[in-house]
């Protein structure tokens, strides 16, 4: 372990994520579900994630909605939305990075308990 990982894990301890791999530069991103379960400790924060776009919309509300999954999780935790302003094509791997909103309300219905706003999205 590098002082860096050593810094990283004394910060994570002070706000009690240490049980949580939380993503830096040159770590693998948290899984998908791992996300979805620590939305509440995430709220506002930058995450990475990897996966399969298995759903777009595209120009809605000036922003792109794509949802990823990456095999981890169950039905409720196994996938997750963003906004970006970029977008990709149903069936490709990418990489996204962007911060957590919870219980994000757009109203007439569109309540997202977890979206990751402004990603960036990279092609795998």
């Known amino acids: 372990m590098n002082i860096r990982s050593i810094a990283l894990f004394v910060l994570l301890a002070s706000v009690g994520l240490t049980g949580f791999n939380v993503a830096s530069a040159g770590e693998s991103p948290a899984t998908i579900a791992?996300?979805?379960?620590?939305k509440a400790k995430l709220a506002g924060k930058t995450v990475k994630a990897t996966g399969?776009?298995?759903?777009?919309?595209n120009g809605i509300?000036?922003?792109n909605f794509?949802?990823?999954?990456?095999?981890?999780g169950d039905a409720t935790t196994g996938d997750l939305t963003i906004t970006s302003q970029q977008t990709a094509?149903?069936?490709d791997q990418i990489s996204i990075s962007g911060v957590a909103a919870v219980n994000r309300?757009?109203?007439s219905g569109y309540l997202y308990p977890l979206l990751i706003e402004d990603a960036t999205i990279t092609a795998k």
Do not use: A, E, T
Not at 52 to 57: E, F, Q, R
């Open 34 to 38: 791992s996300i979805n379960q620590n």
């Open 105 to 107: 309300d757009f109203g």
């Open 89 to 91: 094509k149903l069936g």
């Open 66 to 72: 794509l949802h990823i999954q990456d095999g981890s």
């Open 52 to 57: 399969k776009v298995v759903k777009v919309n």
């Open 61 to 63: 509300m000036g922003r």
